[in-house]
């Protein structure tokens, strides 16, 4: 079955640390790939996404992640994170399959707690 | 209103109650969707509508009954639901397919 592995379910760093958040998942064919953050209080947001081109996207708030085909990863980082990217951050894969549904498949979720 | 809205909010109901819950997108997406986020648990995708046509059932109870009048709104109406369906009920909606997906609040809800 599809699955979508998010490793570090709790992370709590001290403003100004790097970041770097795991994403596997399991498929075998063409994916997108995405970052969601949902802020305290708040609805889920985009933070970036991955259709094609570029393996290393942008996102906004100074995010970026790598796709690395052969480890069929998606991992999201920040050189230096702030008190307000305190946020849980889910990782999602659209499997490009025939069935043009625009399913979702979502990780756990992590909790990122920065400290000032 | 702008994105995508949901109500209610916040919705307590019995095990014998109906209630519906109600999400409208102002993006002009063409698709629309409901995720059940419960506690410790990823999302997961209950249904998808596609230009109003059901594209996607996740083998969802019939408890849970979906309707799509147009592709602005989206209902979920509730019938004599189980405790263990408390939990946060969100919307999306994308232009389709692969397009990324906007999420409203969500209605959390108990059911007692």
């Known amino acids: 079955a599809q699955s979508v592995s998010q490793h570090n379910h709790h992370v709590i760093l001290s403003e100004a640390a790097s970041l770097e958040l795991g994403c596997n998942y399991s498929?075998?064919?063409?994916?997108?790939l995405f970052w969601y953050v949902q802020y305290p209080g708040q609805h889920l947001q985009l933070l970036l996404k991955?259709?094609?081109?570029?393996?290393l996207v942008k996102g906004i708030k100074g995010f970026e992640a790598e796709f690395i085909k052969s480890k069929f990863s998606f991992n999201l980082r920040k050189p230096s994170v702030q008190w307000s990217d305190t946020a849980e951050y889910f990782c999602?894969?659209?499997?490009?399959?025939?069935?043009?549904?625009?399913?979702?498949?979502f990780g756990q979720g992590t909790t990122l707690q920065v400290k000032p | 209103e702008t994105g995508v809205t949901q109500t209610p909010r916040h919705l307590v109901m019995g095990m014998t109650n109906k209630k519906s819950l109600k999400c409208e997108q102002h993006l002009g997406h063409n698709a629309m969707y409901w995720y059940k986020q419960s506690a410790k648990k990823p999302l997961e995708l209950m249904f998808v509508?596609?230009?109003?046509?059901?594209?996607e059932n996740n083998s969802v109870p019939s408890r849970f009954s979906p309707e799509c009048p147009n592709s602005s709104h989206l209902f979920l109406h509730l019938h004599t639901l189980q405790p263990e369906d408390s939990a946060l009920y969100l919307c999306?909606?994308?232009?389709?397919?692969?397009?990324?997906?906007?999420f409203g609040p969500g209605t959390r809800l108990t059911v007692l």
């Open positions: 498929y075998g064919g063409t994916v997108n």
């Open positions: 991955y259709f094609s081109g570029d393996p």
């Open positions: 999306a909606s994308s232009q389709g397919g692969w397009d990324p997906q906007y």
């Open positions: 999602a894969v659209n499997p490009r399959g025939s069935s043009n549904t625009g399913k979702l498949i």
């Open positions: 509508y596609n230009f109003k046509e059901q594209t």
